[in-house]
């Protein structure tokens, strides 16, 4: 059974923190993602990894950045967090086609 | 490469049919998916085009004329209330990277 696991399930950070957001995954996947999901806005695509220090960018990477040191694990890194990137993350894996994903980390920055 | 689900919200009675929108635009031949998480929940996979399989009686069908991939089940259970996202993904794509919709969030009623 594929587990995807992130580190934290809420976490309260004050503007212009550092926040890191952590994700590991048990099945040996090449691929990461890190999405956010918003209320009507769907799930957005912040990073991907394929590869062991291979990122790429996904469709709102502003403000974000990723490290990728180890296979099974993709970190989501906000340089300086501010109040729009209040909302939940979700990090997922996949080999093939179907993505697992985490139970979600729902950050809030006030 | 984007998917749009024009519904936000669908709600109907237990046992009546459901249908919940997808509509997509890409120049290729694309993967569709239907995800789905139910409440306090993962997101999840429900259902691939390329599987042609009907899971927990839900259907969907790759209509490439009208690039749709409409989700339907015939008669709607409580249990089916959930959120639910259709999502892309370019063909053999190496990183499989999934584009979602906005999602659509499903109420049955008793």
């Known amino acids: 059974d594929v587990k995807v696991t992130q580190s934290s399930r809420y976490l309260v950070k004050r503007t212009g923190e550092k926040v890191f957001l952590e994700c590991v995954q048990d099945m040996d996947h090449e691929n990461m993602f890190w999405y956010r999901q918003d209320p009507g806005l769907g799930l957005r695509l912040i990073y991907f990894?394929?590869?062991?220090?291979?990122?790429e960018k996904g469709d709102i990477p502003e403000g974000y950045s990723v490290s990728r040191e180890k296979k099974e694990r993709f970190s989501l890194i906000l340089e300086s967090a501010s109040t729009n990137q209040t909302s939940m993350y979700l990090c997922?894996?996949?080999?093939?086609?179907?993505?697992?994903f985490g139970q979600g980390t729902r950050l809030t920055v006030v | 490469q984007r998917v749009t689900q024009p519904e936000k919200l669908l709600s109907v009675f237990k046992g009546a049919p459901v249908e919940l929108k997808c509509n997509y635009s890409y120049s290729g031949s694309p993967e569709l998916f239907w995800y789905v998480q139910y409440s306090r929940q993962r997101l999840q996979l429900l259902l691939r085009h390329i599987s042609r399989e009907s899971i927990k009686g839900f259907t969907a069908d790759l209509n490439k004329g009208e690039t749709s991939f409409h989700l339907k089940k015939p008669f709607a259970q409580e249990e089916d209330s959930a959120m639910y996202y259709c999502a892309l993904s370019p063909w053999m794509n190496a990183g499989n990277m999934l584009t979602f919709g906005g999602g659509t969030r499903l109420m049955v009623k008793p």
């Open positions: 997922a894996s996949s080999m093939n086609t179907e993505a697992f």
């Open positions: 990894s394929y590869d062991v220090k291979m990122k």
